[in-house]
């Protein structure tokens, strides 16, 4: 009578599941994510040998209709590298930038199918930047902690839900533009970025 119970009560488990696949679209998701962030300000390949590091972090989802979310993701971002160049002759042998991204907005979908999902999103972006640059012997030739920066980003998501679970794969494209400069000799910051992660929708 247990056994009975018990393969009663995975089977009810396992019902219950398939049935919320229906509803998972509609419902909110909790997120991670890594990939590749480059920066495309004038100025940055004069301090960094690369373009381009790592960011990973986490998002938010809330519907707020069957094609609309509401979202809040927040990513690190960290470049290190060797300057190519001097512009200030400070005998620079390392750089370092680190950015602490917290991005919201809105999330559209624009296709909605049974296993694969588009969204074009938008919304605001903001940042907390570390840069330090240092010398032969370790010393600091320039430092900065806890920059501000402002801006906006768009990009696009394809997402491919994994059978019936509440578990999707996806993949995001960024392009961020501020106003706020990141390096002592730019205007403006500009970014883009790629990753790839994974989505749970949250039971209902």
Do not use: C
């Not at 094609?67 to 990513?75: E, G, Q, T």
């Not at 290190?80 to 917290?102: A, H």
């Not at 920059?147 to 494209?173: K, R, Y």
Request: proline content about 2%; aromatic content about 14%; overall charge neutral.
């Amino acid at each position: 009578m247990k056994l009975k119970s018990t393969l009663l009560l995975i089977l009810f488990i396992i019902i219950s599941n398939i049935s919320a696949q229906s509803k998972v679209k509609n419902s909110g998701y909790l997120s991670i994510h890594g990939g590749a962030y480059t920066v495309l300000s004038e100025n940055y390949d004069k301090y960094y040998e690369r373009k381009f590091g790592t960011i990973f972090g986490l998002s938010l989802g809330v519907p707020v209709s069957s094609r609309i979310n509401l979202f809040a993701k927040l990513s690190y971002f960290e470049n290190e590298s060797i300057p190519t160049s001097d512009l200030t002759n400070d005998k620079t042998k390392t750089s370092v930038l680190k950015q602490l991204l917290f991005n919201s907005g809105i999330q559209y979908k624009i296709l909605n199918a049974s296993r694969v999902n588009l969204y074009l999103q938008t919304g605001l972006t903001a940042a907390i930047i570390d840069e330090e640059r240092k010398d032969e012997i370790g010393a600091f030739t320039y430092e900065i902690e806890g920059n501000g920066n402002f801006g906006i980003f768009a990009g696009g998501i394809i997402e491919i839900n994994l059978w019936n679970s509440p578990v999707s794969i996806l993949g995001e494209f960024n392009y961020v533009y501020s106003w706020s400069p990141l390096l002592e000799y730019d205007e403006t910051f500009k970014a883009i970025n790629f990753v790839v992660g994974l989505r749970y929708y949250l039971a209902r």
